[in-house]
């Protein structure tokens, strides 16, 4: 018989206020569509033998915005895990806690898109090896979430829900450095591939003193985006400009075969002279590591 304590069935949301967390696996590669009018062709990856492909459902391909569940989910369990010792794929919460902990109205209208959101993440397909397992190619299909419940008033509002996430989203989250904390301002970022954006800064550029670089072909490449490589490359740009990025500064440059280059830093290793620069934040608390704004217009 195994020592390891038996997973809870269900847990119930109950922190408010704490250090957000992503996972680290959904923050580099193409899960989501980025843009907010449905998408129903299908997202395909295929680098250094990484391959993702992401298949709509009936309501499209689950969205970056969507995401935002997921975030919070994680967040809830690495807490729970963190305060606890112990979590489950099942959350139970009112729909209240979860729009506030992703910094939304509350009312019937985000309810009903609340809904929305949950039925594309539980009916895009995702299949991956983005996980091997001892050496060997490990390809797994899945969605998202493995169902939700929505109780509701005799006059439709919401009394009470629960999500239950994929379990291959959830080994990622409980995993030793499965997750990482990101700036809770990124709830506010209005763009898709401002999001996105973040995202991949967070997790390459992350607290290296000398950031990271990409061309922008790469950068289109991860990024799965639906719009020509010329468009998309105007769009990181007009990001660049704006200069709204939580924690991190972004930059362009050319090499020398003429390609342009996105270059991100986190903006407390710019020099102190320089107007992109902030002093790092102290943490409320401990940041979470593991377990162990301006509103930009696209056309």
């Known amino acids: 018989m195994s020592d390891a304590p038996a997973q809870l069935d269900i847990f119930r949301a109950a922190y408010a206020d704490i250090p957000i967390r992503d996972q ?25 033998g990484i391959n993702v492909k992401v298949t709509p459902g009936e309501y499209g391909i689950a969205t970056i915005w969507d995401a935002d569940i997921l975030i919070w989910a994680a ?7 963190d305060k606890e010792g112990e979590a489950s794929r ?24 609340l809904l929305d959101a949950l039925r594309r993440l539980r009916t895009t397909d995702v299949e991956t090896n983005i996980r091997p397992s001892y050496g060997r190619t490990k ?7 493995d169902a939700w419940t929505a109780e509701e008033s005799p006059d439709g509002n919401p009394v009470t829900m629960s999500i239950t996430i994929s379990e291959w989203l959830y080994q990622g989250i409980i995993e030793e450095g499965g997750i990482l904390s990101i700036h809770e301002d990124y709830f506010l970022l209005t763009g898709g591939i401002e999001r996105w954006l973040y995202r991949v800064a967070r997790k390459h550029a992350g607290k290296q003193e000398y950031g990271w670089r990409f061309t922008m072909r790469q950068l289109y490449e991860k990024s799965g985006s639906a719009a020509r490589i010329s468009d998309f490359a105007i769009d990181i ?7 709204s990025l939580p924690e991190y500064a972004l930059s362009i440059s050319r ?4 390609e342009e280059i996105a270059y991100m ?12 620069f902030e002093a790092q934040r102290s943490p409320r ?5 593991g377990i162990k704004g301006k509103a930009i217009r696209f056309a």
């Open 24 to 48: 680290r696996d959904t923050m580099e590669r193409p899960f989501f569509s980025l843009a907010k009018k449905p998408r129903k062709t299908p997202i395909e990856y295929s680098v250094n």
């Open 75 to 81: 967040t809830q369990i690495t807490e729970a895990i």
């Open 90 to 113: 099942t959350i139970h919460f009112h729909p209240y806690q979860l729009l506030k902990g992703i910094r939304r109205q509350h009312g019937g209208d985000q309810y009903r898109k």
């Open 139 to 145: 390809r797994g299909s899945f969605g998202w979430i």
């Open 237 to 243: 740009r007009k990001i660049v400009k704006a200069d």
């Open 255 to 258: 090499n020398g075969e003429g």
């Open 265 to 276: 830093i986190r903006r407390n290793f710019l020099s102190v002279t320089d107007p992109s």
């Open 285 to 289: 608390r401990r940041q979470g590591g």
